[in-house]
């Protein structure tokens, strides 16, 4: 008897710290929230506008306008709340500085460029919070999709599709927003969802060996962001990534992921994907 109430001590503990956790940090998650959605809405007025300024970086990858709008906003809202900044759109800044950070924000402000510059709606604002190289926060917005996905620690993964309630104070949005997981199980199909843009033989060897359980594999393909958020509301059952994407590409998806109850594991290790690493480039990895 004495194990069991040390253990019910132990689990009403760890519900305790919790919930101080977030009690702490939820004006920054509101803060990060709101961030993301202004961020949305400067790249929708781009977006709309068909001006998008397009240019090339170094490594050849598209960069827009709306990009850079966005980056401004998020930086100059989060700055409010003195945890370091690291962006695609900043990510000169040298890991022996880094490296020090117990905790800091992970940004993509535009996350699936080519997918914006096609105009088919599938690109994302991303901003995580990492502490000890772990994502624990997180919120992905598409916002041509009107979604907002958010993983909270000690609360669990949402999604809001209700724009008039975004703005809205963190606990009364989430009222307003479904629990993910928030689909079924397919009976019959195996569903394997996969990059738009980055489908390559790695990735085809990996769905045909795959044990699906006597289940059809059904292939979805889906930009940004967005595949990994398949995941967590169920709409997938798995999402292969055997291509480069980098740390601020998966950080904010991975933790709506963890708050899912599923998770993101390195196809070499097994091991949960880590960030602030001194190459910021992901290994391979799996979302189920």
């Known amino acids: 008897m004495l194990k069991h109430y040390k253990l019910i001590e132990f689990l009403s503990e760890s519900r305790i710290d919790h919930f101080n956790i977030f009690v702490c940090m939820k004006s920054n998650y509101t803060l990060a929230i709101q961030a993301a959605i202004q961020a949305g809405k400067a790249i929708l007025e781009v977006y709309e506008s068909g001006d998008f300024g397009i240019e090339s970086k170094a ?16 930086e100059d809202m989060l ?20 490296s020090w950070w117990s905790r800091f924000w992970l940004v993509d402000p535009l996350d699936g460029t080519k997918e914006f510059i096609k105009r088919n709606g599938e690109f994302t604002v991303n901003i995580a919070l990492v502490e000890e190289g772990t994502t624990r926060f997180g919120v992905v917005f598409a916002p041509v999709l009107t979604e907002l996905y958010m993983g909270i620690p000690g609360r669990g993964a949402y ?72 995941v967590a509301s169920g709409e997938a059952d798995i999402y292969p990534r055997l291509g480069p994407t980098m740390e601020w590409d998966t950080a904010a998806a991975h933790a709506v ?32």
């Open 79 to 98: 700055k409010e709340t003195a945890i370091p900044i690291l962006s695609e759109e900043g990510k000169e800044i040298p890991f022996m500085n880094r």
């Open 257 to 288: 992921v963890k708050a899912s109850g599923k998770n993101v594991y390195r196809a070499d290790t097994g091991k949960e994907l880590e960030y602030n690493k001194e190459n910021l480039l992901n290994p391979y990895f799996v979302v189920k």
């Open 159 to 230: 999604l809001c599709s209700k724009e008039k309630y975004f703005n809205q104070p963190l606990d009364y949005l989430l009222q307003f927003s479904d629990s993910l997981p928030n689909r079924t199980p397919d009976e019959e199909k195996f569903r394997v969802v996969a990059s738009r843009s980055h489908y390559n033989e790695d990735t085809a060897a990996f769905v045909n060996a795959m044990d699906t359980g006597g289940k059809e594999v059904s292939l979805v393909s889906k930009g940004s962001s967005l595949k990994l958020c398949m």
């Open 59 to 74: 490594d050849h990858s598209p960069l827009t306008l709306a990009d850079k709008k966005a980056n401004g906003i998020i």
